[in-house]
């Protein structure tokens, strides 16, 4: 029987029905009409009883028929288009697998009030464009077919288009393929939903909806019957509210090669294992993207002329690469274009400015400073994440999430950049050069306080004096880009602001003379402490490139723009080192020397500590190492007396605990052991107090070495044991071997040979990093020295 004989047939049912209930009406008052009293009342009652059961007989299965008639004669759909090639994505494809085909049965049961309290099974696949979501899944599901009797729907939902799907239409396409009528389909969007709902609640089936855009755009689209998967693939990880019932899926970039074997498999494995170094490039040319791949493939596998080593060559172009990745109906721009289109204006901007800086690490603080209100970077960082233009990434050394740009998405971001009203780019470069003149002055006042007039009165972000080599190190192009683009921009005091703390971390970068030249130029600056910082600057530079006599011609008369040039202390650490370099140790002594005089005239502790260092290190390469262990001690006492006044007044107990255990070694090595168990109790009872085991573990190694120097070979061996403890809970082969050293040596100091010997050769067994440190004494090594 034909659908549309079935519900032919229901109408006609219900219409009984409704008739028979009005023959009922009819019926009663014809018979109190002709009987009386008892006589009337049992003839009603017997017609009443048989019009009630033919009405409810005709309901009921009017009623079962609307719910099964779908299956009943009609030809279940299966909708799935053709396979893609999917190559190298077997982890991802089994796990796909196995979730779809981990299906319940069907229920019958009443529908639940709420859509989303349904059992039905949704799996969003997720991830950046071009990652070949719809190619998994596709794979994945003509592979569960046999799971889905009652048939397989599919639809693409255009979420990468300027006009994705209307909810509505979708679901009257549903509905028909289904076998409802035309003239049965509601109107609204809600009705047809719960109709669709109806439909395949006692279902098993199986629904694709490709390239969703919006969790709004699928959630009328989501059956409720426990027998039904819902297959999602989407950019945006569409778990918001109550749709994910399972773990999302993400679809990351394949492996190198992975990579390598999408290529193969469109451009021929033959002719990419004919020229593995150009097949190589063009897969990080392409930076490991399928599409590209793809796209790339596509082209050398239709045309014999084309070499890999000619495609290699047209891809070396960054600027030229997007237009090389077009093939067919395939486009890499396209595709990016049109959710790049979609992008709010702030993160469009922020978007386009990021991906124009020295490729990098990026953070909330980077987002953030360049947009009108740094509270709106978490907004725009989790817009950009979210449609798969910026990669999430977290390690546990992080402080605060940082983020990524594909390589081919930088190139596509830049050039739509450049598209922007310049005065929208003019404001953003200015707050983010203005962002990194705050941080750079900032950090560089914890080495030149003068500078601290012009820093901040609060902290920018997350940054800390106390790692501010590392973080210059690693922002040291942008703060390049960041001087340079001030010059652009009409603000020079900021760039030489910038350009002067970055004088303070040249031992932490390295700069060529040409780039040092444009860095520090004086240009029309005039203040006197930025001209001599600047100048240093350029000598650091000069020595960092090996060139001490260009250092040095800069503080000779007319080897400087400034007229008169008189060495200051920090002046005289430049020439001193040098002469250094030219292995001129008189001159380098004499005027480091002076340096560090007159530094402490003047307070300038960091400088202090920075010429002693020095002063130890020429008096070593002179080859008077007593005097260098002199100065380095001086030095390190003068650091750490510094250290433990700043940490008391910050009220900072871990850094004050760590100098303690330093304090504790300067004790050891300077042969002082009952001196050194103060200031190692303290910094064990501070540490295991704060939870840090490694930090206990270290300076319960120093006092059980500092009980041995005393014979006190109890307390050495408890104190040395806790230690290898604690380093045993973890990847620390290193630790443990320099503490079964000193433990080795306590054991037989106190008449445990045998022990000792079994220790010994238990560690040459086990622990490559133990024989490798012969003879190791912890009281003249640093417990944790690499």
């Not at 008052?29 to 002709?34: G, W």
């Not at 739509?416 to 005065?423: A, E, G, R, V």
């Not at 433990?743 to 445990?752: F, P, Q």
Request: glycine residues 8%.
């Amino acid at each position: 029987m034909s659908v549309q004989a079935q519900t032919r047939r229901k109408r006609l049912l219900l219409g009984s029905a409704t008739a028979l209930a009005a023959v009922g009406g009819m019926t009663g008052d014809l018979i109190f009409t002709e009987l009386k009293d008892e006589w009337a009342l049992g003839a009603f009652g017997g017609a009443a009883a048989v019009v009630a059961g033919l009405t409810a007989f005709l309901y009921r299965h009017s009623a079962d028929d609307l719910a099964v008639s779908v299956r009943a004669g009609l030809e279940e759909p299966h909708q799935l288009p053709a396979e893609k090639l999917l190559v190298g994505r077997e982890a991802l494809s089994s796990s796909l697998i196995e979730r779809l085909r981990d299906v319940p049965a069907p229920t019958s049961g009443t529908l639940p009030a709420n859509p989303s309290a349904g059992q039905c099974a949704v799996t969003v696949v997720h991830g950046a464009a071009g990652t070949g979501k719809t190619a998994l899944a596709l794979h994945a599901a003509h592979r569960v077919k046999e799971h889905y009797p009652d048939g397989q729907l599919y639809v693409d939902l255009r979420g990468g288009t300027a006009t994705p799907r209307d909810s509505g239409e979708v679901l009257e396409r549903f509905l028909r393929n289904l076998g409802t009528a035309q003239e049965d389909i509601p109107r609204s969007v809600d009705d047809r939903a719960t109709r669709f709902r109806s439909l395949t609640n006692a279902m098993r089936l199986l629904i694709v909806l490709d390239n969703a855009h919006s969790t709004e755009q699928i959630q009328p689209l989501l059956p409720v019957g426990a027998g039904c998967s819902a297959l999602v693939t989407s950019r945006r990880n569409l778990s918001a509210g109550n749709i994910t019932r399972r773990h999302p899926l993400k679809v990351e970039l394949p492996a190198e090669d992975q990579a390598l074997e999408i290529l193969s498999a469109y451009a021929g494995r033959e002719r990419v294992a004919a020229e593995p170094a150009a097949a190589l490039d063009i897969v990080q040319f392409c930076d490991r993207l399928p599409l590209a791949l793809r796209i790339v493939g596509g082209k050398i596998g239709t045309r014999e002329d084309l070499t890999l080593r000619r495609m290699r060559a047209r891809l070396v172009d960054e600027q030229a690469r997007l237009q090389e990745l077009v093939f067919e109906d395939d486009s890499l721009h396209a595709c990016l274009s049109l959710i790049h289109r979609d992008l709010p204006d702030s993160a469009r901007q922020a978007f386009g400015l990021m991906s124009s800086l020295p490729v990098g690490r990026l953070t909330d603080w980077h987002v953030g400073r360049s947009l009108p209100s740094p509270a709106m970077a978490g907004g725009v960082c989790d817009e950009l994440v979210g449609v798969g233009l910026m990669e999430a990434r977290r390690s546990p050394d992080d402080a605060e999430p940082s983020y990524g740009l594909h390589d081919l998405v930088r190139v596509f971001a830049r050039e739509q950049y450049k598209s922007l009203p310049p005065d929208e780019r003019r404001s953003a470069e200015q707050r983010l050069v203005g962002a990194y003149r705050e941080a750079v002055v900032y950090l560089a006042a914890g080495r030149a306080p003068e500078l601290g007039t012009g820093a901040p009165d609060e902290r920018p972000g997350d940054l800390e004096r106390e790692t501010a080599g590392s973080w210059v190190a690693a922002e040291s192009e942008r703060i390049q880009w960041a001087i340079t683009r001030a010059r652009r921009l009409g603000m020079e005091p900021e760039g030489a602001e910038i350009a002067e703390g970055l004088t303070y971390f040249l031992d932490d970068v390295n700069l060529t003379q040409d780039s040092a030249r444009w860095l520090f130029d004086q240009g029309a600056e005039q203040r006197t402490r930025v001209v001599r910082s600047l100048r240093r600057g350029r000598a650091l530079v000069a020595l960092g490139n090996q060139l001490p006599d260009a250092a040095l011609e800069l503080f000779l008369p007319g080897g400087s723009p400034d007229p008169v040039v008189t060495l200051t202390a920090r002046d005289r650490m430049v020439v001193a080192r040098a002469h250094a370099a030219k292995s001129d140790y008189p001159a380098a002594l004499d005027h480091m020397t002076r340096a560090v005089g007159e530094l402490r005239a003047e307070n300038d502790l960091w400088h202090v500590q920075a010429s002693l260092d020095k002063l130890g290190e020429f008096q070593r390469w002179r080859g008077q190492p007593e005097k260098a262990e002199e100065s380095q001690r001086e030095d390190a006492w003068s650091s750490a007396q510094a250290a433990l006044g700043l940490f008391r007044q910050l009220g900072d107990d871990m850094w004050y605990a760590h100098t303690q255990r330093d304090v504790g070694l300067l004790h050891l090595r300077q042969g002082r052991p009952d001196e050194a168990l103060a200031p190692l109790t303290e910094a064990i009872e501070v540490t295991r107090r704060a939870g840090d085991a490694y930090a206990e573990a270290m300076a319960r190694h120093l006092r059980g070495v500092a009980h041995r120097e005393l014979g006190q070979p109890a307390r050495a061996r408890s104190d040395l044991e806790a230690a290898l403890a604690i380093y045993q809970g973890g990847a620390y082969d290193w630790n443990r071997a320099v503490v079964l050293h000193d433990l080795i040596r306590a054991l037989r100091t106190d008449g445990a040979s045998d022990e000792a010997d079994r220790m010994e050769s238990s560690a040459i067994a086990t622990n490559p990093a133990f024989v490798r440190m012969p003879g190791r004494d912890g009281a003249r090594a640093i417990p944790d020295e690499d």
